[in-house]
């Protein structure tokens, strides 16, 4: 599960990169707008990453496993 939480975490980053470098395609400088949204993409990345390890420190500290294998046949 950590590996999901790490892999979402670098797609997000990879969109932020890819946003600065689009807004800078034509124009040869960087308008603030692109800035101000990369900025507020990081701070969400931050705030991703930190609520999805705490629902999996939450669900190890119940079921005592991290195994998706193990916490699928829980379903109702």
């Known amino acids: 599960m950590i590996k999901i939480v790490i892999g979402i975490e670098m797609m997000m980053n990879g969109v932020t990169i890819a946003f600065v470098y689009f807004a800078t395609f034509k124009n040869e400088f960087i308008s603030v707008l692109p ?42």
């Open 35 to 76: 800035l101000t949204v990369s900025i507020m993409l990081i701070g969400l990345g931050g705030c991703t990453g930190a609520i999805g390890l705490s629902i999996i420190l939450a669900l190890y500290k119940h079921y005592e496993t991290l195994d998706l294998r193990e916490l699928r046949r829980l379903k109702w």
